[in-house]
């Protein structure tokens, strides 16, 4: 059971670089989202997308674009880093609205 | 708007003993309230959620929480605290209402001596 899947685990960038972080999910959910998590801040949500072929700013979108390819795959792009997107990102995938959400184990972040 | 406040950043306790983790919320709706634990380097494990059907909802591991609508509290509880519960854990709202954007806590890391 592969659940939530994140490439890469780590990767580090120099401003102004971009770099396409990639989701999968084979659960055959409706809804993904993707996060970033920073100390003391809890998960704030950058994008989801409710369904295939849509797609929603979350709290923090700017620097960031999002991709939901087809039903399984969810991607995040940065189109040219900045050392405050130095962060832990979080994929996750539900069934629907107002259910749970399973995750992946995030991807290390650090732009220098 | 909706809003989250997990009321501890740290809790201690010692292994055998009660754990409360405390979480209130504001919401315009009905809301969903879920707990997550995260444990180091790894996503966000659901623990347990609420959605109307009880007030009192057990999770996994022995956790349980209990919605209390007129003091606009979720909190987290377990009898007995074990090693492996140490932990950071979140509680989440849902709005319902036809949104989908969740809001999490800023999360209470779990200690637990021995």
């Known amino acids: 059971n592969a659940g939530v899947t994140q490439t890469p685990k780590f990767q580090v960038l120099k401003t102004g670089q971009s770099m396409t972080l990639q989701c999968a999910q084979d659960m055959n959910h409706n809804s993904m989202y993707w996060y970033r998590q920073d100390p003391g801040m809890g998960l704030r949500l950058i994008y989801y997308?409710?369904?295939?072929?849509?797609?929603d700013k979350g709290e923090v979108p700017n620097g960031y674009n999002v991709s939901r390819l087809n039903k399984r795959e969810f991607s995040l792009r940065l189109e040219s880093a900045a050392p405050s997107q130095t962060s832990v990102y979080f994929c996750?995938?539900?069934?629907?609205?107002?259910?749970?959400?399973?995750f992946g184990d995030g991807t290390r972040l650090s732009i220098l | 708007a909706q809003s989250v406040t997990q009321l501890d950043s740290h809790v201690s306790v010692s292994e055998g003993t009660p754990v409360l983790l405390r979480c209130n919320y504001s919401s315009s709706y009905s809301p969903s309230l879920f707990w997550y634990v995260q444990h180091p380097n790894k996503g966000l494990q659901l623990l347990l959620k609420y959605t109307s059907a009880a007030t009192l909802v057990k999770g996994i591991n022995g956790f349980e929480a209990e919605f209390k609508k007129s003091e606009t509290s979720f909190h987290l509880t377990k009898p007995s605290a074990h090693m492996s519960d140490a932990a950071e854990y979140f509680c989440?709202?849902?709005?319902?209402?036809?949104?989908?954007?969740?809001?999490f806590g800023r999360g209470t890391s779990l200690i637990v001596h021995p």
């Open positions: 997308s409710a369904s295939e072929g849509t797609t």
């Open positions: 989440v709202v849902t709005p319902g209402g036809g949104s989908y954007i969740p809001t």
């Open positions: 996750a995938s539900s069934p629907g609205d107002e259910q749970p959400q399973h």
